[in-house]
C-alpha cells in the first residue's frame, strides 16, 4: 500500500490535533490538569512536532495517525500533547504528557 500526503494534509492533521487540544483542557474531567501545570493556560504555545502513520501489525489498510505537539512556555519545554485518530480520522485518544 502506498499512500502519499502532501502539505496541505499534514495541516489538516495539525489543525484537527489543535482543536483536540482545546478540547482537552475544557473538559470537566481534565480540570486537574490546570492545577498540575506550573503556567497559566494562554502562556502555552504549541509547536509543531511530528505525525506519525502506525499501520496494524496484519493489515496495511488498517492504521493510526499520531499527531504530535511540543508545548512551550517561553523558551521552556513543559510537555507534549498527542492526538490519535484512525484511518478514516475517527478521533479515539489524546495524551497531554507533562516534562
Not at 7 to 28: P, T
Not at 54 to 63: A, G, L, N, Q
Request: proline share 1%.
Amino acid at each position: 500500500m502506498q499512500k502519499i500526503f502532501i502539505e496541505v494534509e499534514l495541516v489538516e492533521f495539525y489543525k484537527r490535533a489543535e482543536a483536540g487540544f482545546i478540547s482537552c483542557l475544557q473538559k470537566y474531567d481534565n480540570e486537574f490538569l490546570h492545577d498540575e501545570i506550573s503556567v497559566p493556560m494562554s502562556d502555552i504555545k504549541l509547536k509543531r512536532s511530528n505525525v506519525k502513520f502506525v499501520f496494524s501489525e496484519t493489515s496495511t489498510d488498517r492504521y493510526t495517525v499520531e499527531v504530535c505537539f511540543a508545548l512551550w512556555n517561553k523558551s521552556n519545554s513543559i510537555g507534549r500533547y498527542i492526538f490519535y485518530e484512525d484511518e478514516n480520522g475517527n478521533v479515539f485518544d489524546d495524551s497531554f504528557i507533562l516534562d
